[in-house]
C-alpha cells in the first residue's frame, strides 16, 4: 500500500504541504489543488482547488476535518465528503502562525488557530439544527512570543520555547473550577458560559443549579436544545415547572429521524417554515400539515393536504369555514361550508375520520352564514329543516343581535327559551305572543314590561296581576287605589308582602283620602315610617294602636315618648312596658308595681324580668319588700317571690321558697302542682351543680310515689299501691289534711293485698276520736270490722339487693341498712334499684327497670315524673355510679 501511494506521489511534481491519519492522506498540489487519498482503498476520494495558494493545513487524526490557511491570512474548513468549505473569521488575530486540530477523539471537532502570542479555539459543530458551521470562542489563551505549540490535546497546549524547554498551557475556555456551593455568582456564571461553548451541558446543568437564576436555565435549555440534547431541555424545564413545554418535549424525545427531530425542535422555537421545510424533506410529511393545522394556518394547510394527504381536505376546509365564521368572514366562511360539502360529495379515496354528522354540521354553518349575511329566510328555513334544538337557538341569537325581534323569538319559542321569546317579542311590541310565552316566563323584569303595556292599553286587572308576578307590589297598590278604587285588596297585598313602598303608599291613602288614621298608623308602621307614625297617632288619639303594632321595632325615643304618654294616660302597665324597652328600669318598675292593683300577675311578672335584666340590688331589695307586703301591707303569691330568685340566679333561695311552695300546694290537694315545683327546682339546681337538700328530694320522692297509687290501684295492682301507700301512710303528718282519705285508701289497698297487719294499725288509727267522724260512711263498716277481726297474717315484704353493695334488704326501703346510702329509686314501683343499669327520661333524668318503663309507656306517651312527651325508642340507658 505504501508503494502504491509512493508511486502516486512520483507523478506528483508539484507537491508543497501533506498530512496523513489513520485512513487518509492529504497534500497541496500546485499550492491550490487539495487532495484526499484513502490509504485503505488506495484511491483518490475528492480532489478540490482552492482560488488562491495555501500556505498550511490541519487533518483531524480521527475524522475527515481539514483547516487551512491561504495567502489572504484566511482560515477554511473544508469537509471533502460534501466538497464544501467553511470560512472561520476570527476577530482580533495578527499573522496567522499555524492551526492545529485537539488530538483527543473526544474533541475531535476542536482546532486552535494562534499567531505569535494568542491561541484561539474554534469549535466545528456538526451535530445541530442548523447546517455545519464554526463557533470561535472569545477566550483567548495567551502564550510566549518565542514558544511553538507543539501539540493539543483536551485543550492542553504542549509548547516549546527558545531554550528547547517543554511548557504546558490549558486553554482558558477549559479553565472552568469544578461546581461547588463555596464558589461566587462570578466564578459559576463564567465556568458555566464556558461549559456552554464547549457543549458539556450535564456539567452546565450542575451550574445552573448552584446559579439558580431563570435566565441561567432557559440559556441552557436553549442551547442543549439547538445541539439536540433534547433530555437535558427536558429537565431543564421539568425543574422550571413549566409542564407544557415538558410535555411537548415528551412527545419527540426519542425520535430517531434527524429532520423529524430538527423540525420538531424549530416548530418548537417558533420557526415554522424551517420546520415545514424539514418535515417534508423526511419519511413524516405529515407532521408539517399537522403543525399548520394546530396554528389555525388553513390557507397553507389546505396546499399541504391537496399534495400529501388529500384524504384531509374535506375536514381542513370545514374546520378552516368554522374559522372564518368565528372570526365573522361570512362571505368567505359561506364558500368554505359549500366547498366542504363539494369536497364531501367528490372525493373517494380514503377520507380522514370525520364526524357522523359532518353534512349537518356544515349545513348549520351554511344557515348561520346565510343569516348573518342577510339572506334571514334561506338561513332559518336551513335550520328549521334540520331541526337541531342547538342550531335554532344559535340562530336566535344571531338574529337577537341583527335586531329581528320577530323571527329570533320564533326561533326561541321552538327552543323552549321562554324568556328570551318573551324578551324579543315585547321589543317588537307584539303582545299577543308575549301572553302566549308568559305561562313559562320565570324572569320578573319580563312580567313588568307586559303590565306597563296592559297598563297603558286600560287593562288594569291583568296589569295588576303581572305587576304582581313582577313583585313590584307599588305599581299593583297604586292601581288598585288610584284606578280601581280598590283599598280592600290593596290592604291584602301589603299583609301577604310586607313590601315597604306599597305599606307607605296604602297609609297615605287611608291617610288623605279616607281619613282612616288607625290604619294609616298601622301602614306606615309597616313601611318603617315610625316617626311620621308617632306623629299621626299622637295627633289623631291613635296610640294605643301605634303602641300595639310598632312593638320591639321603634327607636328608644319612641320608647320614651311612648311611656310617657301612657303615664300620663295613668295607663301604667303600657307605660311600664315601654319604660322597659327604652331600658329606663327603674320608671319601669315603679309602673309595673303601680300597675299591679289592676293587672297582678302580668306586673309581678313585667318587674321580675325588669330586675333580672337591670342587675340592680335596689331595684331588688324593693320588690322583694313588694312581694312580702313591705309595701303595701298585702304578701303576694310566694310563687312570684320564686320566679324572682330563679330570674336574679340565687337558687339556694328559690330552692327554699319552692319546698315552701310545694307544702301549700301540698296542703291545698294540689299534688302534682307541688311535685312539679319541687321538679323544676330540683333539676335547675342541678344543672348549676347545686345538690338538692334532702328534704326537697325527700318531699318529691313522696309527691311522685302517692301520684302512682292510683296508677297502680286502676290496674289492680294492690300490693305495690299498698306498699307505696304504706310508706305515704308512715308520713301522714306531711299529708295531715288529707290523713283520713289516704288512711282509708291504705286500709282497702292492705286488705286487697293480705298485708293484715298493715291494715289493722292504720284502721285503729282511723277510729280514733280526732278522725273517726271524717271516715266515709260506705267504708266504716269496713274499717271497723277489719279492727274488730285482727288478722295475724302478713305477707312478708319483697327484698332486693342494693345497687351498691348487694345487700338485700326490703325494696321499698331507700336507705340501705349496710353501706347507708341513699338509694335511687324506681319513679314508677318506688323501689330501691337493685341493678346498675336502668332507662332514664331524656328530659327529667330520672328512670325506671326497663320492662317497668316499657309496660308503662304502652298506656300513655309521658313521662311518669316530668309528664314531658316521650317513646321507647327516645330512652336514654344511664349507668349508676
Known amino acids: 500500500m505504501v508503494g502504491n501511494v509512493k508511486d502516486e506521489f512520483l507523478t506528483e511534481i508539484d507537491v ?195 446559579i439558580d437564576e431563570k435566565d441561567q436555565y432557559e440559556k441552557l435549555a436553549l442551547k442543549s436544545l439547538i445541539f439536540l440534547n433534547v433530555d437535558i431541555s427536558l429537565q431543564v424545564y421539568r425543574h422550571l415547572k413549566k409542564t407544557s413545554k415538558s410535555m411537548v418535549f415528551s412527545t419527540f424525545k426519542n425520535e430517531e429521524e434527524m429532520k423529524v427531530l430538527c423540525g420538531h425542535i424549530y416548530q418548537f422555537n417558533g420557526k415554522f417554515n424551517e420546520a415545514q421545510n424539514l418535515f417534508m424533506n423526511s419519511s413524516k410529511p405529515n407532521l408539517a400539515l399537522q403543525m399548520r393545522r394546530n396554528l389555525l394556518q388553513w390557507d397553507e394547510a389546505l396546499r399541504l393536504a391537496q399534495t400529501i394527504s388529500p384524504g384531509s381536505v374535506e375536514l381542513i376546509t370545514l374546520q378552516y369555514a368554522q374559522e372564518l365564521e368565528l372570526h365573522e368572514d361570512t362571505s368567505k366562511a359561506l364558500v368554505m361550508y359549500n366547498t366542504s360539502i363539494e369536497n364531501h360529495d367528490s372525493f373517494k379515496g380514503v377520507k380522514e375520520d370525520i364526524p357522523q354528522n359532518y353534512i349537518e354540521i356544515c349545513k348549520g354553518g351554511i344557515s348561520r352564514c346565510l343569516i348573518q349575511s342577510g339572506q334571514i329566510r334561506e338561513g332559518i328555513n336551513m335550520a328549521l329543516e334540520l331541526d337541531k334544538k342547538d342550531l335554532k337557538l344559535e340562530c336566535a341569537e344571531i338574529l337577537e343581535k341583527l335586531k329581528q325581534w320577530n323571527e329570533a323569538a320564533n326561533l326561541y319559542e321552538k327552543c323552549n327559551i321562554y324568556d328570551k321569546a318573551a324578551e324579543c317579542y315585547i321589543r317588537n311590541k307584539n303582545w299577543e305572543a308575549v301572553e302566549r310565552q308568559l305561562e313559562f316566563v320565570h324572569q320578573p323584569r319580563l312580567f313588568y314590561q307586559f303590565a306597563r303595556a296592559k297598563e297603558a292599553s286600560g287593562e288594569l286587572e291583568k296589569s295588576v296581576l303581572y305587576y304582581k308576578k313582577a313583585e313590584e307590589y307599588d305599581h299593583a297598590i297604586r292601581i288598585y287605589l288610584d284606578k280601581l278604587n280598590n283599598p280592600e285588596d290593596a290592604v291584602i297585598l301589603v299583609q301577604q308582602t310586607d313590601s315597604i313602598n306599597a305599606a307607605k303608599r296604602l297609609a297615605r291613602y287611608f291617610e288623605n283620602t279616607l281619613q282612616d288614621y288607625a290604619s294609616a298608623v298601622q301602614f306606615l308602621v309597616l313601611s318603617k315610617c315610625h316617626a311620621e307614625a308617632f306623629k299621626i297617632a299622637q295627633m289623631h288619639n291613635q296610640m294605643e294602636v301605634y303602641s300595639a303594632i310598632v312593638g320591639d321595632n321603634a327607636s328608644i325615643d319612641d320608647f320614651k315618648s311612648l311611656s310617657l304618654y301612657f303615664y300620663e294616660k295613668k295607663d301604667y302597665l303600657r307605660a311600664a312596658n315601654f319604660s322597659f324597652k327604652c331600658k329606663e328600669y327603674k320608671k319601669a318598675l315603679i309602673n309595673y308595681i303601680s300597675a ?59 330552692a327554699k321558697t319552692a319546698i315552701i311552695i310545694a307544702n301549700e300546694e301540698q296542703a291545698d290537694g294540689n299534688f302534682r302542682n307541688a311535685r312539679d315545683t319541687l321538679l323544676i327546682m330540683e333539676l335547675e339546681l342541678r344543672k348549676q351543680g347545686i345538690d338538692p337538700s334532702s328534704e326537697m328530694l325527700n318531699n318529691l320522692m313522696l309527691l311522685q310515689s302517692y301520684l302512682m297509687i292510683k296508677v297502680h290501684a286502676v290496674q289492680k295492682n294492690h300490693m305495690l299501691a299498698a306498699r307505696l301507700l304504706i310508706r305515704i301512710a308512715n308520713n301522714i303528718s306531711k299529708f295531715n289534711k288529707h290523713s283520713v282519705k289516704i288512711l282509708t285508701f291504705a286500709v282497702l289497698q292492705c286488705n286487697y293485698a293480705n298485708l293484715n297487719k298493715s291494715a289493722f294499725k292504720f284502721a285503729a288509727t282511723l277510729l280514733q276520736p280526732d278522725k273517726k267522724e271524717y ?47 341513699h338509694l335511687p329509686y324506681c319513679i314508677i314501683t318506688g323501689c330501691h334499684y337493685s341493678v346498675t343499669e336502668i332507662l332514664e327520661c331524656p328530659n327529667c333524668h330520672y328512670g325506671s327497670y326497663k320492662c317497668t318503663f316499657e309496660e308503662y309507656l304502652e298506656n300513655v306517651n309521658e313521662c311518669p315524673m316530668c309528664c314531658f312527651e316521650i317513646s321507647i325508642d327516645s330512652l336514654i340507658w344511664k349507668k349508676i355510679s
Request: glycine share 4%; aromatic share 10%.
Open 16 to 210: 508543497h504541504r501533506i498530512e496523513m491519519s489513520k485512513q487518509y492522506l492529504v497534500y497541496i498540489f500546485q499550492k491550490k489543488t487539495i487532495k484526499f487519498y484513502n490509504l485503505i482503498d488506495n484511491q483518490h476520494v475528492s480532489i478540490s482547488e482552492h482560488s488562491i495558494d495555501i500556505l498550511n493545513i490541519s487533518l483531524s487524526r480521527n475524522s475527515v476535518n481539514l483547516a487551512f490557511i491561504d495567502i489572504d491570512n484566511s482560515i477554511y474548513l473544508y469537509n471533502p465528503l460534501k466538497d464544501v468549505y467553511l470560512q472561520v473569521n476570527v476577530i482580533g488575530i495578527g499573522k496567522i502562525k499555524g492551526i492545529m486540530w485537539d488530538h483527543s477523539s473526544l474533541e475531535q471537532n476542536f482546532l486552535i488557530i494562534y499567531d505569535q502570542v494568542n491561541v484561539f479555539s474554534c469549535h466545528l459543530v456538526k451535530q445541530s439544527i442548523y447546517d455545519e458551521h464554526a463557533v470561535v470562542s472569545n477566550y483567548v489563551t495567551k502564550i510566549g512570543i518565542n514558544q511553538e505549540v507543539l501539540y493539543v490535546k483536551n485543550g492542553q497546549l504542549l509548547l516549546l520555547d527558545s531554550n528547547i524547554q517543554i511548557h504546558y498551557e490549558l486553554l482558558t475556555c477549559y479553565t472552568y473550577v469544578e461546581p461547588n456551593g463555596n464558589l461566587d455568582t462570578l466564578k459559576l456564571n463564567q465556568s458555566f458560559e464556558k461549559c456552554l461553548y464547549l457543549n458539556r451541558f450535564k456539567l452546565a446543568w450542575n451550574y445552573c443549579v448552584l
Open 596 to 654: 299591679s292593683k289592676l293587672n297582678e300577675k302580668e306586673s309581678i311578672e313585667g318587674s321580675i324580668k325588669t330586675v333580672g335584666v337591670a342587675n340592680d340590688d335596689q331595684l331588688v331589695s324593693y320588690l322583694i319588700e313588694f312581694l312580702l307586703g313591705d309595701v303595701d301591707g298585702i304578701p303576694k303569691d310566694a310563687r312570684y317571690l320564686f320566679k324572682l330568685y330563679m330570674a336574679l340566679k340565687k337558687y339556694p333561695e328559690a
Open 775 to 821: 271516715i266515709d260512711k260506705k267504708h266504716r263498716k269496713m274499717i271497723e270490722l277489719v279492727v274488730r277481726k285482727q288478722k295475724s297474717i302478713q305477707i312478708l315484704p319483697t327484698k332486693s339487693p342494693c345497687c351498691y353493695c348487694k345487700e338485700a334488704f326490703d325494696e321499698m326501703e331507700l336507705l340501705c341498712p349496710k353501706c347507708e346510702k
